[in-house]
């Protein structure tokens, strides 16, 4: 392809896990891609130097004070990057009209807005946050959809379940019987349910089999990543929630399956990567060198199989109970579960106690009709879940 062609990407969240996985694998194609804008939170030193790599003509960091910063910096590097800041940035480069595709890899609720605004814009969206699309329900899918965006997923339970369909979604509801989400269980599958009481936040983060930030390492060893991912799987490929099972999988080979009307399996193997996921939703239809490497059948152990059992992980069934409950109930969960994991990496918060945050919140706050038909509507809903999980923190805390 010539300069002209290549894709041009905007990197949400380039600092994170996934901003620098996607980095890695883009530095692989220089001839397909070129960033267009680079963001972060926090790590001024890190984006200026994925700044002064990548020369994007936009970075964004919400905080005036990290913008400034960052701006000084690269301006006695002699870089070219304009730094913007302010939570319209985001949106502003996920939906500038010269970008092609939009990575997503912020952490939390504070995606909507940027997704939305890429979705809107008709952009190639590549989905990495799940919290995005929990809290966003339909309203998220209405606007890929008025939008002509294309909504591709980078969760690898999402991908997987991805690449065993065919390319057209509008075969899938009859292929489909269900679908089978693994999980590894994360570094408690094996501990006694009545010591997590102790687990410390560095425990909890030091996740098996893969190396993510701190959020979804949190969500893990709950299993409620599992349970937003049930939440992501039932927009994604529109299932009804029976549609959707879970079954533990602890050598994270099987990456998810389709299970099909006429009992056949579609799985997806490979090894624990990310950048498989990530590569697929930049090259798809196409496929693209990842840096992965090739799964050795040889060297592997058996892969196995357990029950998601529910008294080991009660936090995982909130899922279905709230994809079953009033609309917007996804969003309260969230919200609830992004409060407690930050109040327990804050050592605020006992780890069993999380999810007893977020089951009292599911089930104590009740959205309002309406309040899921604007981005304005899920962000009062956002805040309203988050004050009750706050009281909620303060009371078990004390
Ligand atoms: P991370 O904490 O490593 O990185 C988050 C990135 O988002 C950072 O660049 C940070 O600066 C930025 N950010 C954080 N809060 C922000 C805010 N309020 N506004 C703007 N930017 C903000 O997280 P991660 O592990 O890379 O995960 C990112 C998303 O991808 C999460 O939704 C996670 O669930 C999902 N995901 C991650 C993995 C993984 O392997 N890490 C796998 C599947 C899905
Ligand atoms: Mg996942």
């Known amino acids: 392809a010539s300069p002209q062609q290549r894709q041009r990407v905007s990197v949400l969240g380039s600092t994170g896990s996934i901003g620098v996985n996607t980095l890695d694998v883009l530095a692989r194609h220089p001839e397909r891609y070129e960033v267009f804008a680079l963001s972060a939170m926090s790590r001024v030193d890190e984006l200026a130097a994925q700044c002064l790599q990548w020369r994007p003509r936009f970075a964004v960091m919400p905080e005036a004070a990290k913008a400034a910063e960052l701006r000084r910096v690269l301006r006695e590097q002699g870089s070219q990057t304009e730094v913007l800041d302010g939570a319209a940035a985001l949106a502003e480069i996920a939906a500038h009209p010269d970008v092609d595709a939009v990575m997503a890899a ?208 009660p936090g995982l069934h909130l899922s279905w109970q709230a994809l079953r409950a009033a609309e917007g109930s996804t969003a309260v969960l969230n919200a609830a579960n992004e409060e407690a994991v930050a109040a327990f990496l804050e050592r605020r918060l006992r780890f069993d106690h999380i999810y007893r945050v977020n089951r009292q919140s599911l089930e104590e706050l009740h959205p309002e009709a309406g309040e899921c038909a604007s981005v304005e509507g899920l962000l009062a809903l956002d805040a309203r879940a988050r004050r009750h999980a706050q009281a909620l923190i303060a009371e078990l805390s004390a």
């Open 106 to 313: 912020i952490v939390g609720a504070a995606g909507l807005a940027p997704c939305l605004a890429a979705a809107r814009a008709g952009k190639r969206l590549l989905l990495a946050n799940k919290e995005a699309i929990v809290v966003g329900g339909a309203l998220f899918m209405q606007a890929v959809e008025q939008g002509g965006a294309m909504l591709l997923p980078v969760d690898s339970e999402h991908s997987a379940i991805f690449q065993c369909l065919p390319e057209d979604p509008s075969t899938w509801a009859q292929r489909i019987d269900h679908i089978v989400l693994t999980a590894s269980g994360g570094p408690f599958r094996q501990r006694d349910p009545a010591s997590l009481a102790d687990v410390t936040p560095e425990q909890a983060v030091a996740h098996p089999n893969w190396v993510m930030g701190r959020k979804i390492s949190v969500d893990s060893a709950t299993m409620m990543n599992k349970a937003l991912e049930v939440i992501e799987a039932r927009w994604l490929f529109h299932l009804r929630p029976e549609q959707i099972k879970v079954v533990i999988h602890p050598q994270s080979i099987i990456h998810s399956m389709v299970v099909c009307r006429d009992r056949s399996v579609l799985a997806q193997l490979g090894t624990p990567d990310m950048r498989v996921p990530i590569a697929y939703a930049l090259s798809f239809p196409e496929r693209v060198e990842s840096g992965a490497e090739q799964l050795d059948f040889l060297a592997k152990p058996t892969l196995t199989f357990e029950d998601a059992d529910e008294r080991r992980f």
